[in-house]
């Protein structure tokens, strides 16, 4: 039964990490996008949260994605007046995504996924190890 229990809180792990990494690259995608018309805003950098959950069908906690929140930074502006979305003044609102910084993101996300993958392979192992055993 623990091994079941190890088994199902490094899939959750994996799901929301999965999660994490869509949100993720949802930002990565939107990194250029402008506004089109003055006064609208730009692209917000997406935020994703975590909670911990109770299964009490197993009597184990599991992560989980929490909602997902928005980055409340400021945007960024370039002189650009030309541009559809540009204000009064010749500037258009840049989005607050920062792509570096969703890189770094990405890699951590991509590094939990593969620590809970590896954690299956290892308990799958140790499963038929167990069964190997039994039989002999």
């Known amino acids: 039964m623990e091994f079941a229990k190890t088994l199902m809180i490094s899939a959750a792990g994996m ?12 930002n990565l995608a939107n990194a250029n996008s402008l506004p089109q018309a003055p006064g609208d805003e ?3 950098r997406k935020l994703p949260t975590f909670k911990n959950t109770l299964d009490r069908a197993l009597d184990i906690e599991k992560v989980t994605m929490g909602r997902v929140q928005y980055d409340r ?8 007046p030309g541009h559809p979305g540009a204000d009064a003044t ?6 607050n ?3 570096l910084v969703e890189m770094m993101d990405m ?6 996924y593969e620590a ?3 954690m299956i392979t290892a308990v ?8 190997d055993i039994l039989r002999g």
């Open 97 to 99: 995504v920062n792509s």
């Open 15 to 26: 799901r929301a990490q999965g999660q994490r990494m869509r949100i993720v690259s949802e």
């Open 107 to 112: 890699r951590e996300a991509q590094r939990s």
């Open 116 to 118: 809970n993958l590896n």
């Open 42 to 44: 730009p692209y917000r």
């Open 73 to 80: 930074s400021a945007f960024g502006k370039r002189y650009d």
């Open 90 to 95: 010749g500037y258009v609102q840049l989005p």
């Open 124 to 131: 799958r192992q140790m499963m038929k190890r167990t069964v």
